[in-house]
């Protein structure tokens, strides 16, 4: 993730007050979830929850950042899920690769170096 922005310069940039979330509805235990950089681009980045982990799927989150005011009314998160292989078939993953192509092969593409670079490490 070279050149990537940390995560509060990414808070900072697109006016959030805090990159946390509170956990699922299934959790009985009400602490925050810190959500890690896995990549970003000039309007996008891409979070993992590395807690929200479940039957091999990564849970992600794509968020547009710095949204010019005509493009408020635009989409800008989409909930998705990775199991190393192949995005999830989700109703956000199916609208990403019909409405923005480019995009959701960029998040394919940031995933696939993400967890290469990652075994690599190891």
């Given at each position: ?74 989409k ?27 995009l ?7 995933l ?9 490490a190891?």
């Amino acid at each position: 993730m070279s050149g990537c922005p940390s995560v509060f310069e990414l808070e900072k940039a697109s006016g959030a007050e805090k990159v946390e979330q509170k956990d699922t509805p299934r959790s009985t235990e009400s602490k925050p979830d810190s959500m890690v950089a896995v990549a970003a681009s000039a309007e996008f980045v891409l979070f993992d929850r590395p807690s929200a982990a479940r039957n091999g799927w990564r849970s992600l989150k794509l968020v547009r950042v710095n949204a010019r005011p005509h493009e408020k009314r635009q989409k800008l998160n989409w909930w998705l899920g990775w199991n190393g292989e192949r995005l999830s078939r989700s109703s956000d993953a199916e609208s990403l690769k019909e409405e923005h192509p480019a995009l959701y092969d960029w998040v394919i593409g940031a995933l696939q170096e993400h967890d290469k670079a990652v075994s690599t490490a190891r």
